[in-house]
């Protein structure tokens, strides 16, 4: 198909999305007004899922994959439009790398011992209904992420979405349960609400028969499902610092760095958010970053109007800046560039309030430092202990190995730009919900699963 027939086909098809919505979203698959009645309607998909073979249940997810891919692009547009953030174009390879690599049921394995006395075996079996909670910044990658492992492991699951992304997220649950009846599959294996609310959320959270929670956000929400009595995994907010020694690529280095700070403006919470470089290299690597890769040096003044603009007088946000591009910032601020402006640079002290804020825009504040050593005390303040995610370039293993163990992050990707830990330019699965505060890492359907064993006495052992 031309590109402009395929422009047109994917307009209309939004529209008529929106439209949809706008009539009925409770007409739509897996929506409900009320979120007793949206659990009750997973609850009785899961009773049809748990007796389904995991062959069955790999062809639901074959369908989520297809149609995720087939509709890549409507997704990009609606996330972008309705949220105001992030870019259209990474936005649809984030779906397709979600589509085409999240980890399905051959993530869900068993472990056996046998001997003298029989044969043992742990299986991961479903927990029942998942109740997700999930941000405005990656919305349908992180919904049809979750809903593919969630399933994977025999789930069914229930969203209360960001309200700024609600729409988005509907479109997706329909999607996916149109996928799940394609299959042959129940109806209401993803369900959601059509006002997502606070008060929602925390049905949700009381509610009997949701035994597991699962909330990717900033430390509220994590807070929120930590305290609910319920077994929770929390997926919470980072502010990943790049560190670069003088040992590293430089050019390389600047590269990695800006194409990991600039994707997607830099919503995703595992992008680099500061760099902090070693002296002997620093200036080497600001002159990378402004002459041979699009970034915009930020003069004192620039610094405090863009402070005053994206960050509230309580420190808050302005959710108007978040996930916009550098020339859109910079415009808020009344200086026009080019379309090659990629990025905003400056060095400044690690307190700089665009610096040790996790602002999720283009925005790189770099901090000199006099050696690795205080390089690595710098990083691990700038990460809040988080445990997150951190980034190095250095081509020097023990120095590597150091800061690894003195970040103790989630993700540590070394000498290569931040999404190589989804799996974009780096080996492994990618998922949108890194569980930091809790500790499984990047999630996928095994996690989703409880350990149970199954035991035969005294007979089986063929050994
Ligand atoms: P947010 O924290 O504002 O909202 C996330 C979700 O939590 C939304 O659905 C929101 O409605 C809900 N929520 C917020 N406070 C709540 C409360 N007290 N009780 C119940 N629900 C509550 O975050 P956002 O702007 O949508 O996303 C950005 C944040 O999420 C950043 O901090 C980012 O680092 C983090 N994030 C983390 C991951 C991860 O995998 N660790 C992935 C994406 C985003």
């Not at 402004?290 to 405090?304: T, W």
Request: aromatic residues 4%; charged residues 20%.
């Amino acid at each position: 198909m031309p590109v402009d027939e395929a422009l047109i086909h994917s307009i209309v098809q939004q529209v008529m999305a929106g439209m949809q919505l706008q009539e009925s979203a409770a007409g739509m698959h897996g929506v409900f007004r009320d979120m007793n009645d949206a659990i009750e309607a997973a609850k009785e998909a899961q009773k049809v899922m748990r007796v389904m073979t995991l062959d069955q249940r790999e062809k639901i997810i074959s369908e989520i994959r297809k149609k995720t891919n087939e509709n890549a692009e409507i997704l990009a547009n609606m996330g972008v439009s309705e949220t105001g953030m992030g870019n259209v174009g990474d936005k649809i390879l984030k779906h397709r790398l979600t589509a085409d690599k999240t980890p399905g049921t051959e993530d869900i394995t068993t472990i056996a011992w046998s001997g003298d006395r029989g044969l043992t075996l742990v299986e991961m079996g479903p927990f029942g209904v998942i109740g997700a909670i999930t941000p405005a910044t990656n919305p349908s990658e992180t919904v049809i992420c979750n809903s593919i492992g969630m399933i994977a492991g025999g789930n069914t699951v229930v969203f209360n979405p960001h309200p700024n992304a609600k729409k988005v997220t509907i479109f997706t649950i329909n999607m996916i349960n149109e996928a799940s009846l394609a299959a042959g599959g129940p109806d209401n294996i993803a369900c959601t609400v059509e006002n997502p609310t606070l008060d929602s959320s925390s049905v949700m959270m009381k509610h009997k028969d949701i035994p597991l929670l699962v909330a990717t956000g900033g430390p509220g929400v994590v807070t929120a499902v930590l305290s609910s009595g319920k077994r929770a995994i929390g997926a919470g907010a980072g502010n990943p610092p790049a560190l670069v020694d003088e040992t590293a690529d430089v050019p390389k280095a600047a590269r990695d760095i800006v194409n990991g700070c600039t994707f997607d403006n830099n919503l995703p919470c595992i992008a680099e958010k500061e760099v902090v470089a070693v002296d002997s290299i620093c200036d080497e690597l600001m002159n990378a970053f402004i002459n041979d890769n699009g970034c915009y040096l930020a003069s004192k003044e620039v610094q405090d109007k863009l402070i005053a603009t994206v960050i509230t007088p309580k420190g808050a946000l302005n959710r108007k800046c978040v996930g916009r591009d550098a020339r859109t910032l910079l415009s808020m601020v009344g200086v026009n560039v080019g379309a090659d402006i990629r990025c905003i640079v400056f060095e400044g002290p690690k307190e700089h309030p665009l610096i040790t804020t996790e602002l999720m825009m283009p925005i790189l504040g770099v901090v000199r430092v006099k050696d690795f050593a205080e390089g690595v005390e710098t990083a691990v303040w700038l990460e809040h202990g988080n445990r997150h995610s951190a980034h190095i370039h250095s081509k020097n293993v023990d120095r590597i190995t150091t800061y690894a163990r003195a970040m103790d992050t989630a993700i540590l990707v070394k000498n290569g730009p931040s999404y190589a830990a989804l799996g974009f330019g780096g080996e492994g699965y990618p998922t949108f919900t890194i569980a930091s505060r809790t500790g499984e890492g990047l999630t996928s359907a095994a996690t989703f699963t409880k350990r149970r064993r199954c035991v035969m006495s005294d007979s089986l052992c063929i050994r």
